[in-house]
């Protein structure tokens, strides 16, 4: 057992104490960046106050202010699923001082710095932390595993007419910012926690996914990482503008006024003002049922996330890219598109909005997402659902750089739970987060526990050899190859493991124009 008084470790804002757990060292809410209320509300992460004084990291520290989720939300339909209740739990600490992060080292003081592996938690940019995900299947393989908060929903994804007029350079995706700033401390920092600065991978799951995705084509975050993972990340074509109108006829500052007048605030030069001293919570619960969405400004987003990869400006690194088998199963709402409010909720309304959406196309959807009954038309709806927002733009991202001769590796996860769960809901979005991790027990994020043992031992192996190399392979692993220009072709992470031929690529190209 180490000496308490080794596991001080000096950051560039003063000394942190750590503890002793998971078989490694551990270090809980670390300050990466400034309290984010007040003045800092809608402004870009700013530098902590320093300390002398050994800061305790025995403990997370607040969450960033969200909306809970309970019943008929994503985890609901999971629980229900598996015949489980939510559980009831103490509300977590949340405060506007929430852009902390955890460091979980397997030694702090290795003849060679370790891998760096940084966890960007899902959650559609409106809920989730950091705090959720455990380190042991990385510790044990020799990673530093770093995993961070950011700023979410309304607080993290805003735009307004007098945030572009203050003479700011950085004026939206706040959220983004502070991943930004998350791993320009590690930069800074994380050779003393035993990591390799210059060997630092991101990962993350959904909304994670897709910030790993954003990271990889926004140009402030060049350098700052050199490999990258996108679990079922979306690709999202659609992206608000900051200022111009989209062809929606809508911007981020119109939405930003609008937001203010839902709160009560009307418009006018003041109004921004009076949003940053309205309480927290309010601003929390005006934004229930808001999506929350990128903005390209032209700065930290120079275009939607997919068209960076189709016009080539994302950072040239090796690169991971997947998805789940049945995505759109716990994520249904009633809409055979993401972006069509519900209900969708009888066969006649389904053909009238794919007919709607995909016009000439329609017939050959329909003939692939038939909707002969209820039944049919649910079951196609979720399945529409998944290809549209995860896998046709995810195979489209990755072939785009397998056309550049880019070191991109794509994979297709069908592990299902056992009975009932796997019956209703597959190989659901999020449910190969506990195999990454390692979740054999379960696991604090709720997504049930891993079953099959042997898949999740090849998935830490091809993560983490991922991180050390760029190259997820190993002897005793079967061979991932890298996907090559043209290449309609998988790598199956469930059952089998194996290299297989992509069985939806009629549909993609059908969806390829509609994501």
Known sequence: MIDEKDLIVETHNGPVQGFNEYEGSCFKGIPYAAETSGSNRWKAPQEPTSWTEPFDASSFGPQCPQFRMGEGSFRGTIANAYDLELPIEEPPVESEDCLRLNVYSPKLNPSKGAPVMVWIHG???????????????????????????????????????????????????????????SLEW???????????????????????????????????????????????GGFARMALHEKELSDQGISGAVL????????????????????????????????????????????????PVIEGFEKGINHKVPTIIGTN????????????????????DTVDKYKQVIRGVFKEKAENVLSLYPANNQ???LDSSKALLGDSLFGAPSYFASEAMAKRGEDIYFYHFNQKPSGKAGEILGAFHAYEIGYVFGATKGSSTGLGPVENEELS????????????TGNPNSDNLSLWETMEAGQECWHLLGPKIAKERISRMEIYNLLKENF
């Not at 088998?325 to 969708?344: H, I, R």
């Open 123 to 181: 959650g559609a940019l409106r809920y989730g932390s950091g705090d959720a995900y455990l380190p042991e299947g990385f510790l044990k393989k020799g990673n530093v595993l770093v995993t961070i908060n950011y700023r979410l929903g309304e607080l993290g994804f805003f735009a307004h007419p007098s945030l572009e007029d203050s003479g700011d350079k950085l004026t939206t995706n706040f959220g983004l910012l502070d991943q930004i700033k």
């Open 325 to 344: 088998s049945d995505e759109g199963t716990a994520l249904y709402w009633g809409s055979p598109m993401a972006e069509v409010p519900p209900p969708v």
């Open 457 to 468: 031992n090849v998935m830490i192996s091809y993560w983490t050899n991922f991180s050390k």
């Open 256 to 303: 930003g006024v609008a937001f203010g007048k839902k709160c009560g605030i009307e418009e006018g030069s003041s109004q921004l003002q009076a949003l940053r001293e309205i309480p927290v919570e309010e601003i929390i619960q005006k934004g229930i049922g808001l999506p929350a969405s990128l903005y390209t400004d032209g700065v930290s987003m120079m275009s």
């Open 186 to 232: 590690v930069k800074e920092n994380i050779k003393n926690f035993g990591g390799d600065p210059e060997n630092v991978t991101i990962f993350g799951e959904s909304a994670g996914g897709l910030s790993v995705a954003a990271l990889l084509v926004s140009p402030l975050s060049k350098g700052l990482f050199h490999k990258g993972i996108v679990q079922s």
């Open 375 to 377: 039944e049919e038309m």
